[in-house]
T-cell receptor, first 115, second 115 residues
């Protein structure tokens, strides 16, 4: 069974603070894919990053960075020097290699950046 | 840019009405998906389609049906709307491929209220 847990329901930070959003996943597959999406107030989910299970390299894209650790089944997302525009709901998702093409989503973390 | 559009942003219907939610994508994607999003539950898959006239049930198909007569269009049908179907409905599309790495692209969502 596939499962994604985002234990942080809501987080508030003051602008320019760093913030880490946690994601823990469960799967029995050896090949799988992990994703992060952002949902701003407009409602449309925006793809941020994907990772396959064989690529444990961390990635940095501007103020965003991702830490993938298979040993702890985690795929955490850090925003450095947060900005008001980062306020959104962030979803972590998992897809296995076999079976359906659908994504299993976590319940999301609502991030509020206070000016 | 991939564009996924949904016919309505907001919809209000009465209990027992038949409701059609339309989704169109313009990137020739094989896969299309319907999710519903509820607070505290994240996104849950209702149905998906991997080809014209092909469909597969997701995690919560009860009370819904779908139609895919053309590759670019995927419709979600509520045969007899009920108040527990009040939710945000999100359509997505992606390229195909077994074990595909391809991310899903989402529409802006339809917020349906059933009175």
């Amino acid at each position: 069974a596939q499962k994604v847990t985002q234990a942080q329901t809501e987080i508030s930070v003051v602008e320019k603070e760093d913030v880490t959003l946690d994601c823990v996943y469960e799967t029995r597959d050896t090949t799988y894919y992990l994703f992060w999406y952002k949902q701003p107030p407009s409602g449309e989910l925006v793809f941020l990053i994907r990772r396959n299970s064989f690529d444990e390299q961390n990635e940095i894209s501007g103020r965003y960075s991702w830490n993938f650790q298979k040993s702890t089944s985690s795929f955490n997302f850090t925003i450095t020097a947060s900005q008001v525009v980062d306020s959104a709901v962030y979803f972590c998702a998992l897809r296995s290699r076999t079976g359906a093409n659908n994504l299993f989503f976590g319940t999301g973390t609502r991030l509020t950046v206070i000016p | 840019d991939v564009k996924v559009t949904q016919s309505s942003r907001y919809l209000v219907k009465r209990t027992g009405e038949k409701v059609f939610l339309e989704c169109v994508q313009d990137m020739d994607h094989e896969n299309m998906f319907w999710y519903r999003q509820d607070p505290g539950l994240g996104l849950r898959l209702i149905y998906f389609s991997y080809d014209v006239k092909m469909k597969e049930k997701g995690d919560i198909p009860e009370g819904y049906s779908v139609s895919r007569e053309k590759k670019e269009r995927f419709s979600l049908i509520l045969e007899s709307a009920s108040t527990n179907q009040t939710s945000m409905y999100l359509c997505a599309s992606s390229l195909a491929g077994e074990g595909s790495y391809n991310e899903q692209f989402f529409g802006p969502g339809t917020r349906l209220t059933v009175l």
